[in-house]
């Protein structure tokens, strides 16, 4: 009897059958799925769309015509220009920090632009730069927002836990930028926002021998960081509407959309990643997206009767070097990577129980380890509906950008 791994992989098989891999593929269904899912766990707060995780303007799209879903946060402020001008979204808020003087220059020099951007700052620094590139009075007002740090520091401080962003963690640093933001010519602070990343992009169910223990421990900081987070966020909030009448108060990733949009201080949710549900995902307990983003590999040799190799697959993801940011092999079920050559740029041998079933030119179906990067790798993504490729459009890169 077929299993519903091998009912999928029949699936895409005949549904990209006119194809030579490499090639990406989105399953509309499982996209569509999990765009309502994660609406559903805003309870009712706007989710601003995490654009990296996505890099493709047409299901950038897709995502924000479906309820729930409002705006971009962009990674870099030539993309959040692009996405403006191309008109997929008219409020887009570039997530980190800039110093790119030729956009901050076009920013400045188009109105309507700078009422679309909102630019990230946690400095006065940031708007001496922006300062220098075009004077306040020689300009539209440019849009900021305040990144409040949401890392966890326990113990006094001793204790780090979470990732490094902002230096300004504490209530009365954030009164004490929104003050001198407030103070400065050609500039409006409409915005804040607290990434918690050690609970929204850290999953809490990690596999493996070890994995139960850390697990544990992992789910006991992730409730410590979130009670000191409201807390904080909230005073954080109160600070800076002393200065400021703020628009929105942004949190969270895909990982974290229930507990963030939970907090009153915030007012809108972040998410992407779930959309596509990468492998990282699957390291959660509170809810796991359906994988909706794939890529085909082909098989091109059999150096044993129990090994096949597949052309290409080497598609690692960002962060800390780990097996957790390789590919995985998930159809046909039963594929493991060798733990001498891992994936490979040119090549990626694969063994397991399947892989003896496996000929030259078949199809190995591979699931990235984050959802946006797997875009960096091909032009086009086919949109996949039932047992047919209903639409192929373009990534980022097949549109010849690559913002980082």
């Not at 006119?18 to 899912?37: E, G, I, K």
């Not at 628009?247 to 229930?258: C, H, I, K, L, R």
Request: hydrophobic share 45%; aromatic share 6%; charged share 20%.
């Amino acid at each position: 009897m077929a299993t519903e791994s091998d009912k999928l992989r029949e699936r895409l098989d005949r549904a990209t059958a006119h194809l030579d891999p490499p090639y990406a593929v989105v399953d509309l269904t499982a996209f569509d799925a999990n765009a309502a899912a994660l609406a559903e766990r805003a309870a009712g707060k706007p989710l601003r769309l995490a654009s990296k995780s996505v890099r493709s303007r047409e299901l950038i799209s897709r995502a924000l015509g479906r309820p729930g879903w409002h705006g971009v946060m962009a990674f870099t402020l030539p993309e959040a220009i692009w996405l403006v001008r191309a008109g997929v979204s008219d409020d887009v808020l570039v997530a980190y920090p800039t110093a790119d003087r030729g956009a901050l220059a076009e920013l400045a020099a188009d109105p309507a632009l700078a009422a679309a951007v909102t630019l990230m700052i946690d400095g006065t620094d940031q708007l001496d730069l922006a300062d220098a590139v075009r004077a306040p009075d020689q300009r539209p007002e440019l849009r900021v927002c305040l990144d409040l740090d949401a890392s966890w520091r326990p113990l006094g401080g001793r204790v780090h836990v979470g990732v490094r962003r902002s230096p300004v963690h504490s209530a009365r640093a954030a009164g004490a930028l929104a003050a001198a933001v407030a103070g400065r010519p050609g500039y409006r602070l409409v915005g804040l926002m607290a990434y918690e990343a050690q609970i929204a992009g850290l999953g809490d169910a990690p596999p493996g021998r070890t994995g139960r223990a850390l697990g544990q421990a992992i789910r006991l900081a992730q409730r410590g960081s979130y009670r000191e987070l409201v807390a904080r966020r909230g005073a954080a909030v109160a600070a800076v509407r002393e200065h400021a009448d703020l628009e929105f108060v942004n949190g969270g990733g895909t990982g974290s959309v229930a507990a963030t949009s939970a907090d009153p201080a915030v007012t809108e949710v972040t998410a992407g990643s779930g959309l596509y549900g990468p492998t990282l995902f699957d390291a959660y307990r509170a809810w796991q997206p359906t994988p909706a983003a794939y890529f085909a590999c082909s098989v091109v040799r059999r150096p044993t009767p129990d090994l096949a190799t597949v052309l290409g697959g080497g598609w690692i993801a960002s962060g800390p070097a780990a097996a957790s940011r390789l590919p995985r092999p998930v159809l046909p079920a039963g594929l493991t990577l060798l733990g001498a050559e891992g994936a490979g740029e040119v090549q990626t041998p694969l063994a397991g129980a399947a892989a003896a079933t496996l000929r030259v030119g078949d199809r190995v179906w591979f699931r990235h380890a984050k959802a946006g990067e797997l875009c960096e790798h091909v032009n086009d993504l086919h949109l996949v509906d039932g047992e047919t490729v209903v639409a192929t459009v373009p990534t980022y890169r097949g549109e010849g950008h690559a913002f980082l």
